[in-house]
């Protein structure tokens, strides 16, 4: 079963940037699986952020339109959010997730604080 561990979460500045990445522990994970980052803050639901498709397709949630981008490296181990003009707002947990699978990573935390 793949595993996936999330990281590059901490706590920035409105405005300021980070890039989370979503490890896989199989090779080639996301050349055969879409990927997906999702967020929560606590005591809600979870949403939807971003998805990259094996045809590396992306699509976007309204509201990190135009700010976050997801990617993947080219070995296919790797998949990234690159949060740009962070806002207090995107202060929550993120996680990537494979459907195909039913796998989760297990989060991480975003703050974005003056």
């Known amino acids: 079963q793949v595993q996936l561990v999330e990281s590059g979460g901490g706590l920035v500045q409105p405005g300021e940037s980070l890039r989370l990445s979503c490890a896989a522990s199989?090779?080639?994970?996301?050349?055969?699986?879409?990927v997906a980052w999702y967020r929560q803050a606590a005591g809600k639901e979870r949403a939807w952020v971003a998805t990259?498709?094996?045809?590396?397709?992306?699509c976007y949630a309204d509201s990190v339109k135009g700010r976050f981008r997801i990617d993947r490296d080219d070995h296919g181990n790797t998949a990234y959010l690159d949060m740009n003009n962070l806002k207090a707002e995107d202060t929550v947990t993120y996680c990537c997730?494979?459907?195909?699978?039913?796998?989760w990573g297990q989060g991480t935390q975003v703050t974005v604080s003056s």
């Open positions: 199989s090779r080639n994970t996301f050349f055969f699986n879409d």
């Open positions: 990259h498709s094996v045809n590396r397709e992306r």
């Open positions: 997730n494979i459907s195909d699978l039913g796998v």
